[in-house]
């Protein structure tokens, strides 16, 4: 289903993780920032995964990402990869 997250902006970091560049094979990777600015929105898709999924899913994303929890625009709270704040 589509949806949005507002006050946060679409960027992009270089990835050195081989492990992660071996399943890419992009060295760009498109991240969110929380940008606090209520004009800033992403737009994205709102997917149901399994608990292992998930976990499937923390074991790709690099340090370079944080998983948060978030409020989107239609009111539903999900999971979001974010930038880390690291």
């Known amino acids: 289903m589509s949806d ?10 270089t990835i050195t ?3 992660v560049l071996a399943i890419s094979q ?3 990777h498109t ?3 929380f940008s606090g600015n209520p004009n ?6 709102v ?5 292992a999924e ?11 990402y944080q998983r ?3 409020c989107l625009d239609s009111g539903i709270t999900c999971y979001a990869y974010v930038a880390s704040t690291q």
């Open 47 to 51: 997917l149901k995964i399994t608990e």
């Open 68 to 70: 948060v929890s978030v």
């Open 54 to 64: 998930l976990l499937n899913f923390d074991k790709y994303e690099t340090s370079d």
């Open 17 to 19: 993780d081989p492990s």
């Open 26 to 28: 992009q060295n760009q």
């Open 31 to 33: 991240i969110i920032h």
């Open 4 to 13: 949005s997250l507002s006050y946060y902006e679409l960027g992009f970091i």
């Open 40 to 45: 800033d929105k992403v737009n994205g898709v």
